[in-house]
């Protein structure tokens, strides 16, 4: 099974922040890597798909990159609404996985 | 709007069964593969099982291969997972969630583009 490692697990910063998390997987997943926002008590929302397209609706200040085995989630200046957690899934091979999660805190 | 529905969670002892539905109105669910993904109380989340957009093809977490079925009946528009031999570690929200794919010649492929649409989620509760 493919393992993902998210890092860090968790983060303080401040509105107006560039944050990055990064998610690693245990073996080549080209680019079948999504990205989800999970706030308490609710679903979780896709974000990114295939490392690096946004889902439509999704502000232009979340980018994802990488591929392989590397990937990045940016959020380009947090804003009030992005403190969540944040998980990456592979969709490369059956059993999927998700990462750990990051959780996004106000600092 | 456009919504999947799950229910059929509950409090339920060890050993016992449970069977989760989810269903929607709103899309052409006939079109699209089909997961649940659990989140354990405090945890984070963990996918469980898919079924292809006709149901010819199923796949399970390691963690309940055996015990775990996941169903559709595309006329009806739902989605089901029957749950045997449960334990207290599959205590959690169960969510159904829509994967999205596009049709080509009346077959439907998943090609990695995320789950986009997502239920409000289930409580599954296995305690004695």
């Known amino acids: 099974d493919i393992q993902l490692t998210q890092s860090p697990s968790f983060l303080s910063a401040s509105v107006g922040d560039r944050v990055t998390i990064a998610c690693r997987a245990s073996?080549?997943?080209?680019?079948?890597l999504a990205w989800y926002q999970q706030k308490p008590g609710k679903a979780p929302k896709l974000l990114i798909y295939?490392?690096?397209t946004l889902q439509s609706g999704v502000p232009s200040r979340f980018t994802g990159s990488g591929s392989g085995t590397e990937f990045t989630l940016t959020i380009s200046s947090l804003q009030p609404e992005d403190f969540a957690t944040y998980y990456c899934?592979?969709?490369?091979?059956?059993?999927?996985?998700f990462g750990g999660g990051t959780k996004v805190q106000i600092k | 709007q456009v919504q999947l529905v799950e229910s059929g969670g509950g409090v339920v002892q060890p050993g016992r069964s449970l069977r989760l539905s989810c269903t929607t109105s709103?899309?052409?669910?006939?079109?699209?593969?089909m997961h649940w993904v659990r989140q354990a109380p405090g945890k984070g989340l963990e996918w469980v099982a898919v079924?292809?957009?006709?149901?010819?093809?199923?796949y399970y977490a390691d963690s309940v291969k055996g015990r775990f079925t996941i169903s559709r009946d595309n006329s009806k528009n739902a989605l089901f997972l029957q749950m045997n031999s449960l334990r207290a570690e599959d205590t959690a929200v169960y969510y159904c969630?829509?994967?999205?794919?596009?049709?080509?010649?009346?077959?439907?492929?998943?090609?990695?583009?995320?789950?986009?649409?997502w239920g409000q989620g289930t409580t599954v509760t296995v305690s004695s």
């Open positions: 969630a829509r994967e999205a794919g596009y049709c080509s010649g009346g077959t439907c492929y998943s090609v990695g583009y995320g789950l986009d649409l």
């Open positions: 709103e899309f052409t669910f006939t079109t699209y593969a």
């Open positions: 079924i292809s957009y006709d149901g010819s093809n199923k």
């Open positions: 073996q080549d997943i080209s680019s079948y």
């Open positions: 295939t490392a690096s």
């Open positions: 899934q592979q969709l490369n091979s059956h059993p999927l996985t």
